[in-house]
């Protein structure tokens, strides 16, 4: 700032000083003075971009995390609501956006008020008249920026929430590829993406219109305030009310205005866009969740494993319509196998997850040895139950680190640990096989095993976590006979002195469960041990037991 200023005092020294010496001696100590101001300059600009892009980063850094961690803390239910590609283009996309603008236009912006302010600060000092005259532009240029940028902000949270769409259709149809090519529909999801993608340009054009006409009248604003000093200002120099000097000055802090309105622009214009974006972050991070992830009673005394179902009434919170569960009751006695059985849809894996407290019931209770299991630690209650579910997913990581994903703390899970619970789950044979063996990467969501394959490394890792709870939602639904025979001969050895909830549509691999509970029609309509239901003359159980007897004799004939 103090550089126009200097230029104008050289100017009028120069026309006014006669003798050559005197000139020399102030022409030097302003060279001087401006030498130094300058280096300060360069040491003050590399400290400014170095810092703000170190602290930008770590603002982007936090934010990542915080969403992550905001993402992960949220209920089962938010899951069903949300979606996956729309989450991670939160994750990714809109922290971006509010990052760059953080890193490079603060930075920038900043630096343009700072110039603006003193570069008004001056005029005002060099002459209050003629910087009056040049600050008639600054009513109306207020008047752009405000309602641009809340057209900014509205445009900018579109243009995201449209990406946000485009990137969901996107991650959902490149992870379920082989769905795509075997319907062999690409082309119609090439113009399902097409159509999102789309959107988001519609919204751009309208976002480049209005940075343009922005950018356009702050900029014409910029020239009329220069013109304004050129023009009021040499009608004042004419008059003598300011030196040449004065003018030089002025006329180079109206540059400088110039200049840093429209860095200003730039500034205002990305912060109001990272305003739009953060919108969408804050939605998450200040989200909290139904049901806590940790927190709540751990008893003191060892678990024993009465688990009760009282008056249970349940409806996903997503379908209020359709009833899952009304007034059902169960106990599951401590160290008992329980089979649920019955028709699909009916509500078996549901069970199991009001029982993890992926959901809570809207009436009735869950009690474990007696204590409603709303009041236990979520965490805790999680660490003594194993699961393993129809469809295991395993992570893209080794065979090895997904049966150490089943234990409290993976890292400290030794291979001796690993091999043992391989073999209980008859899975030992086949890991061996791969060229890598317990090294072997899986692939995503373990796509590179079999079906069956993944399932008993799901059981391996149910095995290794050695829970005093089980739940086994058709575990081994997905193997042959014979590795179904296997696999059941260790479920049922596992299965010794823990509570067990096993669901099952084989109704052979139930037979030794103590007993059976058949859902139908939100409640519990046959309980009893496998010879007591099928005794049951015209008992839903026999009927299921029958019909399954005529399928797999048809399945005989027919092999
Ligand atoms: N996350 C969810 N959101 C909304 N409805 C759901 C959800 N999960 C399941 N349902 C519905 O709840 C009902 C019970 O589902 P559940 O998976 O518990 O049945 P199931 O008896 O285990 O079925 P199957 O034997 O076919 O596995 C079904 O009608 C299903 O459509």
Known sequence: MSIPFCIGRVID????????????????????????????????????????QISGQRIINTMRQSVFASILRQETAFFDKSKSGELINRLSADTTVVGSSVTQNVSD??????????GISMMVYVSPKLALAALVTVPPVAVVFIIYGRFLRK???SVQDSLAEATQVADERISNMRTVRAFAHEKLEMGAYNKKIQHVLDLSYKEAMARAVFFGSTGLAGNGLVLSVFYVGSRMMHDSQITVGDLTSFLMYAFYIG????????FYSELNRALGAST???????????????????????????IVFKDVSFNYPTREDAVIFSGLDLQIPAGSVMAVVGPSGSGKSTLAGLF?????????????????TTQLDPEWLRHQTGTVSQEPILFSSTVRENI????????????????????????????????QGYETVVGERGLMLSGGQRQRVAIARAILKNPKILLLDEATSALDAESEH??????????????????????????NADRIAVLDGGKVVELGSYSELTQLSNGVFRKLVERQAIVIDDESLQS
């Open 356 to 372: 993890l407290r992926l959901y809570d019931p809207q009436k009735g209770s869950i009690t474990l040895d007696g204590t409603d």
């Open 109 to 118: 912006g900043l630096r343009a008020v700072a110039q603006g302010v003193g």
């Open 404 to 435: 150490a994903y089943g234990a409290v703390d993976p890292e400290s899970v030794t291979m001796d640990d690993v091999i043992a619970a391989a073999k209980k789950a008859n899975a030992h044979y086949f890991i061996q096989g791969f060229p």
């Open 280 to 306: 969408r972050i804050w939605e998450i991070i200040d989200k909290t969740p139904t049901i806590p992830i940790s927190g709540g009673l751990i008893p003191s005394v060892p678990l024993a494993g009465n």
């Open 486 to 511: 296997l696999v059941q001969d260790a479920l049922e050895k596992l299965m010794v002195g823990r509570s067990v909830i096993t669901i099952a549509h084989r109704l052979s691999t139930i037979k």
């Open 155 to 157: 445009i900018t949270k």
């Open 13 to 52: 020294t120069v026309s006014s000083l006669n003798s050559e010496g005197e000139m020399t001696d102030q022409l030097t100590n302003i060279a001087i003075f401006l030498t130094g101001l300058f280096l300060v300059g360069a040491v003050a600009n590399f400290g400014r971009v170095y810092l703000i």
């Open 259 to 266: 200049i840093s309105l429209s860095g200003m622009s730039s």
